[in-house]
């Protein structure tokens, strides 16, 4: 008989014990080995039973193991201890509260989803992940970060796998109650709300759950609460599920929403406000609009309250494909916003910053084009993806080359932490004194092959076992009440080189490449000499039947008696499984469509714990592989259609894997270690371990992004907002004199008539300004290699400077009646070869951060 509801009895702990309150209560166990090792020790089975959640743990004990366990005086000081420890870890100066110079003092991070710890599922894949790190990282350094999400009743979805390999979907309820969460109330003991006006006179209510993440405040939205209608309850039902305007729905809760939860918090916790808003995607972007309506309300126009906005908002784009971007029809993003939803905000102006470019749809809107509209800080999450980015949304700024695209990039990383194995920490602090594997010197002598490849191989057989659990778990929820197979439990084999592959499963990602030549496949898996064994795991989105349909071959695959033992699809791919796999597999298997990973963090959790990476150049690997730190597949970018590709890219990862992967794993020495596999690990902890950080990330943005972006805003806040409101008009103005700037006539000279190197170019340009002032604008001369047409590379720019005013013998100047303005440079030639040159108009300012930020550019024709 199943339960209609399920929730968590707390205990009564001893006050011996009390202070395991304080430690269950601050998600900062998810990543401090000690505090895990102390709720570990209150019962082992327990623990496990629960999947590591503390809160869970201390309901779920017997109160008679507390009892005990508060008579024992080194555990109670154990505990005490810890307490202290949490207590000095949030209070004393880190990092950043040591950095020299300006800096905000409060940063909100809005994101559709976080991924911390199993106990808390509130992620589907890489972003959750990523976002969930970087909090983790922004806690240990001391950044002043403000998470903001929402809480989701049925988080994603848990996985099931059918008799015939088909992914099933179920929805277990979560219960907030039985979470390290609280919600946030007012002094009077009432809850604080939040409000969003909706079309037809309905209003949506949202309740705050708090979670500590370290030093983190972070906050969660959530509507299944009595003042709602029960349609609208069901807005936080689910992590990407229900319809358009169901994700509508979302997004604005999380944006407009998140943005008054933490006015809202501010007031209660005396919290520093906001400098910059960091939107993680475009699922937030409407927190920019909230941000607009609030200004205007204190008498800015929307023109003004936007360069406000914009200067301290940072947008960080994770898709490299249009396909993964939100688009709403306009009627209905019109509908949701002729109302009182955002007051002072016109649906015109609201909808220019979602619309599409001019290869886009006039009746969609855009959540991207708004999010880059609305940040004048914005970046990939690769180089690659950086590239990517810039060619993908160059419509945003038609006539300037896609390297001036104002879209920075920022490698993502991994929260070291919480995605070490406990045996390679433990053998950090045993022989190199630290617990901080990111900075550990790998390279030491101090740590021999033997410690290497002994704690490489306790973690594969830790993982070993894990898989043997979960098949036979999820061979009793397809059989209930069978009796699980003996082969089951002898499934793969810990002395056997394994290698990992888990993520989402969007067919872009080729779970199946392995699978291109069956035949071959089944060679590897059985090798008589150098045998592999495969573990595969990922969820396919409830919507997309392809991905369901590859989750399904693969697992009629590894049914075939001939390679059960060898290759294996885990069910329900989460936290918990993760922390096992990465460091449990020898090699981290990769194979996307170049360029459509934007950054693909599996692997690097992986190579933190010393497994070698087996990938397609996409993503992070193109920057990090130096052929010494695992293999990179080729990509066959120039095959004639994509079976072509997949054929070859398949046969190119089946002859790495047979004659460069697995013999060195097997090459082993008169000790049983395989020297040249252990050197590649060491040299993977010692060149990867410090770059893959998430510490890392977390400094660049703060150094790259955050500090620039409150500097902006601090500048046009200043008096009143002076600055913001003269750099709205200063716009407006160049926007409109902008299609009468021309450039009328270029003259060049200088030069032989046969060009040498070290010749100089002498230039001048005549330059129509319609209006504006010389000082409003840049002449440029743009010059690099000429190839075949027009197009210039490798281009270079040089500012001319004005030789005079308007030329009054020159043809006047359609507003002023002047002639056009003399602008002159020079360019020394001092390279051979093929050689062009043009020149160009832009609009300066010393508020814009970039040349290209307005979209605008006169070239000389």
């Known amino acids: 008989m199943k339960a209609i509801r399920k929730f968590i009895v707390r205990a009564v702990l001893p006050p011996a014990l009390a202070a395991l309150e304080e430690l269950a209560g601050n998600l900062r ?19 496990r039973e629960v999947g590591h959640d503390p809160t869970a743990l201390l309901g779920g004990v017997d109160p008679a193991r507390l009892e005990e366990l508060a008579g024992d005086a080194d555990y109670v000081a154990g505990v005490a201890a810890l307490r202290d420890d949490l207590r000095a870890y949030l209070d004393n100066p880190r990092w950043y509260q040591q950095l020299e110079g300006e800096k905000p003092a409060s940063i909100a991070y809005f994101s559709p989803e976080f991924g911390i710890a199993a106990a808390l599922p509130q992620y589907s894949g890489g972003l959750g992940i990523l976002a969930g790190d970087h909090l983790k990282s922004a806690s240990d350094l001391g950044v002043p970060l403000i998470g903001v999400g929402l809480f989701y009743r049925a988080g994603y979805f848990s996985q099931a796998i059918s008799a015939d390999g088909w992914q099933l979907e179920s929805y277990p309820l979560l219960d907030p109650d039985g979470l390290p969460l609280s919600v946030a109330r007012r002094p009077d003991g009432s809850a604080v709300p939040v409000t969003l006006a909706l079309p037809d006179n309905r209003t949506l209510h ?10 983190i405040t972070l906050l969660l939205l959530d509507t299944d609460i009595p003042e709602n209608d029960d349609d609208l309850r069901q807005v936080t039902d689910r992590l990407y599920g229900g319809s358009g305007e169901h994700r509508l729905l979302q ?9 008054r939860a933490v006015r809202r918090w501010i007031e209660l916790s005396g919290h520093p406000e906001p400098e910059v808003f960091h939107t993680n995607e475009g699922h937030a972007g409407f927190l920019g609009l909230e941000r607009i309506s609030s200004l205007v309300g204190e008498g800015l126009s929307f023109q003004e309250a936007l360069q406000v906005a914009r200067a301290g908002t940072v947008f960080t784009t994770h898709t490299p494909v249009a396909a993964g971007i939100d688009r709403f029809p306009v009627p209905l993003i019109r509908r949701y916003f002729e109302t009182d939803l955002l007051p002072g905000v016109n649906v015109d102006d609201l909808l220019a910053l979602g619309a599409e470019t001019a290869d886009g749809a006039p009746d969609v809107f855009n959540m991207a084009l708004m999010g880059l509209r609305l940040g004048q800080h914005a970046n990939g999450v690769s180089r690659l993806h950086g590239e990517v980015s810039r060619r993908m949304f160059k419509g945003l700024w038609p006539g300037f080359d896609e390297s001036e695209v104002p879209i920075d990039s920022i490698t993502n990383g991994v929260h070291a932490p919480t995605w070490t194995d406990p045996a390679l920490l433990a053998l950090a602090e045993s022989r190199l004194g630290t617990s901080n594997t990111s900075t550990a010197d790998w390279a030491s002598a101090a740590v021999s092959d033997q410690d290497l490849w002994t704690v490489r191989s306790t973690m594969r057989r830790a993982f070993v076992d894990d898989v043997r659990l979960r098949l036979a778990a999820a061979w009793r929820e397809q059989n209930p009440g069978g009796i699980v197979p003996t082969w089951l439990g002898q499934v793969f084999d810990p002395e056997v080189l394994t290698i990992g592959f888990a993520r989402r499963v969007p067919t872009y990602k080729r779970l199946t490449l392995m699978l291109h030549d069956p035949e071959r496949l089944r060679a590897l898996l059985t090798h ?334």
């Open 29 to 47: 166990w998810s990543w401090h080995e000690p505090t895990r090792q102390l709720f570990e020790h209150i019962s082992p089975d327990v623990w």
């Open 528 to 861: 008589p000499e150098h045998p592999i064994q495969i573990v595969i795991a990922g969820k396919s989105h409830p919507a997309d039947d392809e991905g369901k349909r590859l989750i399904q071959r693969i697992v009629q695959f590894a049914a075939d008696p001939a390679v059960r033992g060898r290759i294996a699809f885990l069910p329900d791919y989460n936290i918990a499984m993760a922390q096992l796999m990465y460091p449990g597999t020898d090699v981290w298997l990769n194979n996307p469509l170049r360029p459509l990973e934007a950054c693909g963090t599996s692997g690097m959790k992986a190579a933190l714990n010393g497994a070698l990476n087996l990938s397609i150049l996409d993503g992070w690997w193109p920057e990090y592989y130096d052929g010494k730190n695992g293999w990179a597949i080729p990509s066959a970018d120039a095959a004639g259609d994509s079976a072509e590709r997949d054929r070859l890219e398949a046969e190119a990862l089946y002859d790495l894997i047979e004659h460069q992967v697995a013999p060195p794993f097997y090459d082993r020495g008169a000790d049983g270690v395989p020297t040249r596999w252990v050197a590649a690990i060491r040299h993977t902890l010692d060149g990867l371990s410090p770059e893959l950080s998430a510490d890392r990330m977390v400094r660049e943005y703060v150094e790259k992004l955050y500090r620039p972006a409150a500097r902006s805003e601090a500048r046009l806040s200043r008096d009143g907002y002076r600055a913001a409101r003269e750099l709205a008009a200063w716009k407006q103005r160049v926007s409109a004199a902008w299609p009468g700037v021309v450039v009328s006539h270029v003259e060049s000279g200088g030069v032989a008539a046969v060009p040498q190197v070290g010749d100089e170019l002498h230039l001048r340009a005549h330059v129509q300004l319609n209006g504006l002032q010389p000082t409003d604008v840049t002449v440029q001369v743009v010059y690099g290699r000429s190839q075949l047409g027009d197009e210039l590379s490798d281009t270079h720019t040089a500012d001319l400077t004005m030789a005079r005013g308007a030329d009054p013998d020159a043809a006047p100047d359609a507003v002023t009646g002047n002639g056009p303005f003399l602008f002159t440079g020079t360019v020394l030639l001092n390279s051979a070869g093929g050689f062009g040159y043009t020149v160009r108009v832009l609009p300066r300012h010393d508020l814009l951060v970039s040349p290209a930020e307005m979209g605008l550019v006169a070239v000389a024709s």
């Open 251 to 259: 997004e604005l809760l999380l944006g407009i929403g998140g943005a």
């Open 206 to 215: 949202a309740r705050i759950w708090q979670a500590q993440v370290g030093r």
